[in-house]
């Protein structure tokens, strides 16, 4: 073969690349590879076989390399967007919750009533009385603990921790963001590790009232209990409250499935109850108790 005709194949086989990678380039940067329009014009010229007149093998070459880098740049984007609505899925899934067997969140707070026909108000109305909306609860309910009892200085020594624990998480957040690992397991413990952290250092009671001045259930009761399940035979029923399991405070169903988890499996726990009032001990296998668990936000 002539130096003519291996130089035409090496042109012909670069222009048939260089229409493949804009082709996988625009359809990477679409959702699941599916198409939404017209090629955008920075990727044009890679669709369209350029004259042939005046084009060489190593400029068509440098073309390719050229688009790979845009591929590699745009692939590195979408993988921070990624990760960022990762991030704020696990905020949200902190927040918020449903009923479930055995460790499964939810708030238990009562929900609104429904609006009724008569209840709308005309336009540039602001609607008064029972049926306004009441604002927004404070981040940190500084008079809801003055009520319930808890001294001023002890509130402003929990608000000033607060504060520092929120801007600790702000702080891990950035960084996560920042080197590529947010929405990760890493981050994931990062977080519980620094609550996990002032929970140790305030202790139970504190981190009782810290619960409820930042707007979080802080309390575990029972919903309904399953048929001969470890819970029924213990004598469990529902609104019973769980106080202590084998001994360890509990303010979330978290903290439920965390202990059940731990030492033997079939050992007999004791687990410390509210019922109407009245304070009780009974013994369960450790493990999975058989019970629909539910959160509420009570006064310590």
């Known amino acids: 073969m002539t130096g003519r005709g291996r130089e035409s194949r090496v042109a012909a086989a670069a222009l048939v690349a260089a229409a493949a990678l804009g082709a996988l380039t625009t359809w990477l940067l679409t959702p699941d590879g599916e198409s939404t329009g017209p090629t955008p014009p920075r990727f044009a010229a890679a669709t369209q076989p350029p ?13 390719i390399d050229s688009l790979r880098a845009i591929v590699e740049l745009e692939m590195e984007k979408r993988g921070e967007l990624e990760q960022e609505v990762a991030f704020l899925r696990e905020i949200v899934a902190e927040l918020s919750g449903a009923p479930g067997l055995d460790g499964a969140r939810g708030s238990g707070a009562p929900a609104s009533a429904a609006e009724g026909p ?13 049926a306004a909306a009441a604002p927004p609860p404070p981040s940190f309910d500084r008079e809801g603990l003055l009520a319930a009892g808890v001294h001023r200085a002890d509130i402003e020594a929990l608000y000033q921790r607060w504060t520092q624990l929120e ?11 920042r ?16 609550q996990s952290a002032v929970r140790e250092e305030l202790g139970e009671d504190a981190w009782d009232q810290w619960l409820y001045a930042t707007n979080q259930t802080n309390r575990v009761l029972v919903g309904d209990v399953l048929e001969a399940s470890p819970g029924q035979r213990a004598g469990l029923q529902p609104g019973d409250q769980i106080v202590r399991y084998a001994g360890l405070r509990v303010h979330s169903v978290r903290d439920v499935r965390r202990l059940t988890a731990e030492g033997v499996a079939g050992e007999q726990v004791r687990v410390e109850l509210l019922r109407r009032g009245n304070t009780l001990s009974v013994g369960v296998e450790r493990g999975p108790i ?7 936000r009570r006064a310590p």
Do not use: C, H, N
Request: glycine share 16%; proline share 7%; aromatic share 4%.
């Open 118 to 130: 008569g209840d709308a108000q005309p336009p540039g109305v602001v609607a008064k009385g029972p």
């Open 290 to 296: 058989g019970v629909i668990l539910k959160e509420q």
């Open 51 to 63: 004259s042939s007149a005046g084009t060489s093998p190593g400029s068509l070459v440098a073309e």
């Open 167 to 177: 801007m600790d998480k702000l702080y891990l957040a950035d960084e996560a963001r």
């Open 179 to 194: 080197e590529g690992w947010a929405g990760t397991g890493r981050f994931r413990k990062a977080r519980r590790e620094l």
